[in-house]
């Protein structure tokens, strides 16, 4: 049973065994190992492949655009969410663009993983959701996992992914719960949601930390005798689309779970989703459960922010028309 | 005068200014033809765009700004590519591999440490690969600037930053552009060498990259050049400059433009005479114009290659669209195109 960070450490090892043109670099991340020890051990192990950076994240991002063309697949540690807005521009601007810009000539296997979200009691700009502006980038891939043995398989998955993808692991679930992670080789392709529990009442969407949230209000659902469905989205881009609507067309309800504000947040894109290909399979609301459109709060207000156990149940019972 | 170059040498470097010149000349007519899209003028740049490239070897990389969108002319990449950049045409994109040319860099500065990760990336694999970015005085200020700069100065990446510095960025002169007496000397801070040059000076802008790249190849580190000289004409064709410069001051600065003043030189040498540089000129005039003229002939590419070239493996979801495009192509209603599934 291993741990989330144990996993993603154990992706990194794998990797750079496995291609010797891995690169990992980031802040901290060689002699420390990372501030919350995601690398630790590369540095010893392959020395010349566990860069620690300057303090600049667009400094980061921008080399990384260069290592890629020079043949390397470098994989970038930011080291908290909102860390990654000063380097947004190289993101959006160039590493979603080179390909296109040269024609589909240029090689961009750059992936780009930060610690994310809520929940651990963190000074400002270190409890962010910034999927939504991910999603949003044309020509980046996003994954998200919720489980040791996802983050390991997708973090494989990404680095050897012919395009950039941005994955964003949730720090609350860091240390637990643990879970199996397989030994050895370990992809989990992206673009394929997890069902991770069966119901026929209702469709509770969700991703990263959410999901959690999301299984235990089932639990309490299940006392009021409504059976939810979970789905773990995985990645968002490519989203898994027959997932979301095969799921909706059985139960006619959803519910769409992010930590992230909810204006143009990714709940809405599901929501969208599910009201082109899904209307005639709705018999209720589709209920969104996120946070609120304000700056995330200091953290002795967080657990009113994110969504909580009872807001998502109280949710679906909105959307089971039960409430 | 520079050490090493024969007369054929000096010749080769008139005839890429040349071209160069040519190039520009004609794109802003051709803009204001319709035939191009907004085009951002190279006029007068040509000595420090050929002077550093020419001191490059064949395998080292150039990373240009949208001013140096003619300069993989002189790495043999066709005229027709950077015409059908300006068209805005998917022709006008090119795999960087290929010439070793990295795609046109449109916002300011961002490229920068784009050169300085790929100078990096190829010395950690001990290749003898070095990088140029072009960049003008504006990109100085821009954090990008900074975070290239500083990664360089860190890793000592083999890369040669070269600032073009024309004195303007659009209407901004350069003494808003910083409190810094000299933009070379922002090379002190990021612990790299620096060196500015008379950025009209063919052959000073080649023996200053000459010894950049040398110094880089060596394992010494980056170099900052500062290559002054005048923005003479327009930032772009959409631009008016009479509403922020100094009209005379441009005409005199017009009088010792590069090309002029290279020609001169080479004239005192008795390399050339104007017998020679008319047949230059018009045998470069000729072969844009040929270039312009197969553009137009050129079918359309279909605008499904957008989603082509954007992924290497792309999304299911944009396969649906790209078939919608194709059907609208195909002259069918294209249902869905752009309006979800």
């Known amino acids: 049973m291993k741990t989330l960070v144990e996993a993603v450490n154990g992706a990194l090892h794998d990797e750079l065994e496995r291609d010797p043109s891995v690169f990992v670099m980031g802040e901290d991340v060689g002699v420390l190992g990372g501030v919350f020890r995601a690398t630790v051990g590369l540095r010893e192990r392959f020395p010349d492949r566990c860069f620690d950076t300057p303090l600049a994240e667009a400094g980061i991002v921008g080399t990384a655009v260069g290592l890629a063309l020079a043949g390397w697949r470098p994989v970038c540690e930011i080291q908290f969410d909102a860390f990654g807005y ?30 994310y979200g809520g929940g651990v009691r963190a000074p400002e700009l270190h409890q962010d959701s910034p999927e939504a502006y991910y999603a949003h980038a044309a020509g980046v891939k996003v994954a998200i996992p919720s489980t040791p043995a996802d983050a390991k398989g997708l973090l494989s998955a990404a680095i050897r992914d012919p395009d950039p993808v941005v994955v964003l692991e949730p720090k609350r679930l860091y240390r637990a719960p643990r879970g199996e992670v397989p030994e050895g080789e370990w992809l989990v392709p992206l673009g394929r949601a997890r069902l991770a529990a069966r119901g026929d009442d209702v469709t509770l969407i969700a991703y990263g930390a959410m999901v959690g949230v999301a299984l235990d209000a089932r639990q309490r659902l299940l006392e009021d005798g409504i059976g939810a469905e979970v789905i ?6 490519p989203l898994d689309e027959e997932a979301i609507v095969g799921s909706v067309a059985r139960t006619g309800r959803a519910v769409v779970i992010q930590e992230a504000p909810r204006t143009c947040g990714f709940a809405a894109e599901v929501a969208a989703l599910l009201a082109e290909r899904a209307v005639a399979d709705l018999r209720g ?3 969104r459960v996120t946070g609120f459109d304000v700056p995330f709060p200091p953290f002795s207000l967080e657990d009113a922010y994110l969504p909580s156990v009872q807001r998502v149940a109280a949710a679906a019972r909105r959307a089971a028309g039960a409430e | 005068m520079s050490a090493g170059l024969g007369p054929e040498a000096r010749l080769e470097l008139y005839r890429d200014m040349v071209l160069l010149r040519s190039f520009d000349e004609q794109a802003v007519a051709y803009q204001r033809q319709g035939r191009l899209g907004t085009y951002a003028i190279h006029w007068g740049h040509e000595a420090l765009q050929v002077g550093a490239l020419r001191a490059l070897a064949a395998v080292d990389w150039v990373f240009p700004s949208y001013r140096e969108s003619a300069i993989g002319l002189l790495r043999g990449m066709p005229i027709e590519t950077i015409l059908s950049w300006w068209r805005g045409e998917p022709a006008g994109a090119w795999d960087p591999r290929e010439h070793a040319v990295a795609n046109i860099c449109a916002p300011v500065g961002a490229h920068v440490p784009h ?15 070095c990088a140029l970015a072009f960049f003008g005085d504006g990109a100085t200020s821009t954090g990008a600037f900074h975070e ?27 003494s808003a552009q910083t409190g810094a007496e000299k933009l070379v000397d922002k090379a002190v801070g990021y612990g790299i ?33 500062e290559a002054v000289t005048h923005r003479m004409a327009p930032h772009a064709t959409a631009d008016d400059p009479s509403l922020y410069w100094d009209e005379e001051r441009v005409a005199t600065e017009r009088r010792r433009e590069c090309l002029l003043r290279y020609e001169r030189q080479l004239a005192d040498l008795s390399l050339i005479d104007e017998d020679e540089a008319e047949r230059v000129r018009r045998s470069c005039r000729d072969r844009v114009r040929e270039a312009m003229a197969a553009v137009e002939r050129r079918a359309p590419v279909p605008a499904t290659v957008m989603f082509d070239t954007a992924f ?30």
């Open chain 2, 312 to 341: 290497a493996d792309p999304p299911p979801g944009l396969e649906r669209d790209r078939d919608a495009v194709r059907r609208e192509e195909e002259g069918g209603e294209g249902e869905g195109a752009g309006g979800g599934p």
């Open chain 1, 285 to 287: 609301p589709i209920v």
């Open chain 2, 115 to 129: 050169a300085v990760g790929f100078a990096w990336g190829k010395r950690m694999r001990d290749e003898a690969t």
């Open chain 2, 193 to 225: 060498a620096g060196v500015r040059v008379d950025g009209g000076d063919v052959l000073a802008v080649y023996e200053a990259t000459r010894a950049a790249v040398a110094r880089a190849r060596a394992g010494g580190g980056p170099t900052l050049i």
């Open chain 1, 86 to 115: 000063p380097a947004l521009d190289q993101t959006i601007a160039h590493v979603g663009r080179y390909r296109a810009r040269s024609g589909g000539g240029a090689p961009m296997g750059i992936v780009v993983r930060m610690p």
């Open chain 2, 148 to 174: 290239g700069l500083t990664f360089a100065g860190v890793v000592r990446a083999p890369v040669v930053l070269l600032c073009s510095n024309n004195g303007w960025a659009i209407s901004t002169p350069v």
């Open chain 1, 232 to 237: 773990d989205l995985r990645s968002l881009v």
